[in-house]
């Protein structure tokens, strides 16, 4: 029954998206210092527990671009498999060591397709990394709800399509320190003073493997 | 002087090891922080080996444990821990028993998380350990490598090797309490630290001076972690004595030199007292020796100057009065010694003059028919007391024995010296010959030796009379015609049956009276005249 609900609930939100009867949450991050923070997930967990399960395989990307991985945080639901298409002209051994997700993709060759999909079973952080490449990292956030966003530059994240109700609110960082307060609820999520959850979180210096100086664009993060 | 340039030196070296020892300590630093870094860099990258990663979460506790200790003798670390992120030891080289404890220090891998890497000093089982924290990543930190490496004197004695100085860790509890972790000063001296090194000392800006025992040493203290994480502090000494070493040698140069200058002027002035103290000393000793009749000594002089010289005129003045000595003992033993003492009051010389000399021949009749027939001990004894017996009838009449020719005597008078008796003299020698003869032939007869028979010539005639020979080996003797007629006419002796012939000249030149027989006139050999010759029976009145 309430999975019904929840079901023509989204349906609706689907249909009618301008009606109202869904809402979009939109949070900014910033560091102590006042800073915009990048790359923060924040997620809407309903506090009742229900969550829908996603009526077909989710899947989702990291590509690896100029001996970076792109995204370098990458927010996915439970059960969503990821494929690493490579865009350089060289190969890439992806692997993880995280609880939530050990694995190892050998060297594979530049194009779509040629390395065998990645389904991310358990919640967590799990950290990518290449075998060659030493700096190169990416981070997949596991989260066991649909409803995440990723801040972008201007630190602001929007979660889009959320059914009314009560909800948990929490953002994540991959350098995030424990000290910071991270969850917020409940949050009413109709409610017109509540649709804006901002977060200060305290960041630390990344443990980042330095890429050589000279090396063309990116790969090192804050 | 000395002081003087004592002072300057001492100043000199202080400013010196001043300056030197700030660099020394730079330079320490340096090295100690390149080992740490030089080192963990080679984990560092060890740790990026993704099979080391991968085995980090695949293997069992004890596999984990020889990867951790394989790679510590790879890099050459005194101890490796892995730590895991939740402050657990993973794996360690040394109490392999850690494994799954909490790890020593929490807090050092929270600062290691925060700075991504941290190098420290820590105590562990007593050791102090220069200690670098890095994490394993993939990419993020999975795990923490604490690499460490132990402060002991080996390691500050390979430092001292480039820089030096004297170097010492050291650790000041709040107590003030000194505990010296390693040092490259001698035992005996780092004892001498305790209660000169105090929390005083800390407090002092650039240098102090530390003494040691004997030494000064100029020292520096600074804090071994320029972070100041624990209470150890480097002490760097340079000793005053160590810097002034070239100064000392210098001044150990210079005194070596006066030594020797001294040493050559004592040698010359042993040299001069040889030279003259000593030689003229010799010379007196020799001289008190010669004083006591002592001839018969050499004065090692050698030196090439007047007292060489003076000693050499001593030498042969020694030896001339030896010679002397001797000759005249030897003189004594076939001419009288008033005639030996007569020759030597004389120079004596080469050459000869002319003499009127009255020589005697006299000569055993049928000595070789007697040698033949008697052992030559019996009749060399015989020979013996009749020559002995003679010599000293010549001699007691002023005769002196020319030469023996095996039993035949020949006797000069006259010469050298001369008597206005010589002919006198010959005659009652040749006489007194006779009479003794009988004598000796009663001795013979009672020893079993035959009795003899002597025949005797005498001569007078001018010969030439002196010392012939070479200048080494001298023989007073005559030389003349008169000579041979003197044996000549004791040959005659055979002839005529008579004792003693007499020549012409010698029976003219006769001052006493005798009973003497003309027997004829003979021709003699190598004489163109004919002379007369006389025999010599006996003296007026003694018949
Ligand atoms: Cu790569």
């Known amino acids: 029954m309430t999975t019904f609900a929840t079901y023509v609930i989204t349906l609706l939100c689907l249909l009618l998206p301008t009606m109202g009867y869904c809402y979009d949450l939109v949070s900014e991050v910033k560091d102590g210092e006042g800073a915009l923070v990048e790359n923060a997930v924040i997620t809407a967990t309903p506090l009742s527990g229900e969550i829908k399960k996603p009526e077909k395989n989710l899947t989702a990307e990291i590509d690896q671009i100029d001996k970076t991985f792109v995204d370098f945080v990458t927010p996915i639901m439970v059960g969503t498999t990821l494929v690493f298409p490579n865009s350089d002209k060289i190969r890439h051994q992806v692997y993880s060591f995280s609880e939530a997700k050990k694995f190892e993709i050998p060297l594979y060759p530049p194009g779509q397709g040629r390395a065998t999909p990645v389904t991310f079973d358990k919640p967590g952080v799990v950290v990518l990394g290449c075998n060659i490449h030493d700096w190169m990292k990416a981070y997949v956030y596991v989260v066991e709800t649909p409803f995440f966003a990723k801040t972008g530059k201007n630190g602001k994240a929007t979660i889009k399509d959320i059914p009314p109700g009560q909800y948990k609110i929490e953002v994540w960082h991959p350098y995030i320190k424990k000290s910071s307060a991270t969850v917020k609820q409940p949050v009413n999520i109709g409610k017109e003073s509540d649709m804006k959850v901002d977060f200060v979180i305290d960041v630390k210096k990344a443990l980042t493997v330095r890429r050589a100086p000279g090396s063309i664009g990116g790969g090192v993060y804050p | 002087m000395f002081l003087f340039v004592n002072l300057a030196a001492m100043a000199n070296a202080r400013s010196i090891i001043s300056e030197n020892l700030i660099v020394e300590y730079r330079v320490f630093n340096t090295i100690m922080d390149n080992r740490m870094r030089q080192i963990s860099e080679s984990a560092r990258l060890l740790s990026m080996d993704y099979a080391f990663k991968q085995s980090i979460f695949s293997v069992d506790n004890k596999t984990l444990i020889s990867i951790i200790e394989n790679l510590r003798q790879r890099i050459n670390a005194d101890f490796i ?35 991504g890497e941290l190098s420290s000093i820590t105590i562990r089982e007593g050791g102090y350990y220069q200690i670098e924290i890095i994490p394993i990543l993939a990419p993020d930190p999975i795990a923490w490598l604490v690499i460490g490496f132990l402060i002991n004197d080996t390691v500050l004695k390979d430092i001292k ?149 003076l000693s050499n005129a001593f030498n042969n003045m020694a030896r001339g009065l030896k010679e002397r000595d001797l000759v005249s003992d030897l003189l004594g033993k076939v001419v009288s010694p008033v005639i030996a003492k007569e020759l030597l009051s004389k120079k004596v010389e080469l050459g000869g003059e002319e003499k009127e000399v009255t020589i005697l021949f006299s000569d055993v009749r049928n000595f070789t028919a007697l040698s033949e027939k008697y052992p030559p001990t019996i009749i060399l004894n015989m020979l013996n007391k009749y020559l002995t017996v003679m010599s000293a009838i010549i001699e007691s009449h002023g005769g002196v ?143």
């Open chain 2, 161 to 309: 090797n480039l820089i030096l100085a004297q170097i010492s860790v050291f650790e000041l509890d709040s107590g003030g309490r000194l505990k010296i972790v390693a040092s490259t000063l001698p035992e005996g001296l780092k004892k001498l630290l305790f209660g000169k090194v105090k929390s005083a000392n800390l407090s002092v800006e650039g240098n102090q001076s530390i003494i040691l025992g004997q030494n000064e040493y100029i020292s520096l203290i600074s804090p071994l972690e320029k972070k100041g994480g624990s209470n150890l502090y480097v002490l760097l000494q340079r000793s005053m004595d160590d810097v002034l070493e070239p100064y000392y040698r210098l001044r150990t140069r210079l005194a070596i030199i006066s030594l020797i200058g001294l040493l050559i002027s004592f040698a010359v002035s042993m040299r001069i007292s040889r030279s003259v103290t000593r030689p003229v000393s010799t010379l007196v000793d020799g001289v008190r020796q010669i004083e006591g009749g002592n001839y018969d000594l050499h004065i090692g002089v050698t030196q090439r100057d007047e007292l060489g010289e």
């Open chain 2, 401 to 543: 024995i020319d030469k023996y020719i095996g039993d035949a005597i020949m006797a000069l008078f006259g010469a050298p010296i001369s008597h206005p008796n010589d002919v006198d003299r010959a005659l009652n020698a040749a006489l007194d010959m006779n009479e003794a003869l009988e004598k000796l032939n009663v001795d013979f007869q009672e020893t079993g030796i035959p009795p003899i028979d002597i025949g005797i010539g005498i001569n007078t005639d001018i010969v030439v009379a002196g010392n012939m020979g070479s200048a080494h080996r001298l023989n007073y003797t005559v030389i003349g015609d008169g000579v041979n007629l003197a044996s000549r006419l004791e040959d005659l002796t055979k002839k005529y049956k008579k004792k003693i012939i007499l020549s012409d000249s010698t029976y003219k030149k006769i001052k006493d009276s005798y009973k003497i027989e003309q027997i004829a006139e003979e021709y003699v050999k190598g004489k163109s005249k004919s002379t007369i010759i006389y025999a010599l029976i006996g003296r007026v009145g003694k018949e």
């Open chain 2, 81 to 115: 821990t892995l730590v895991s992120l939740e402050y657990t030891v993973m794996a360690d080289t040394i109490k392999p028993d850690l494994s799954g404890k909490q790890f020593m220090s929490r807090a050092l891998i929270e600062k290691a998380e925060e700075q």
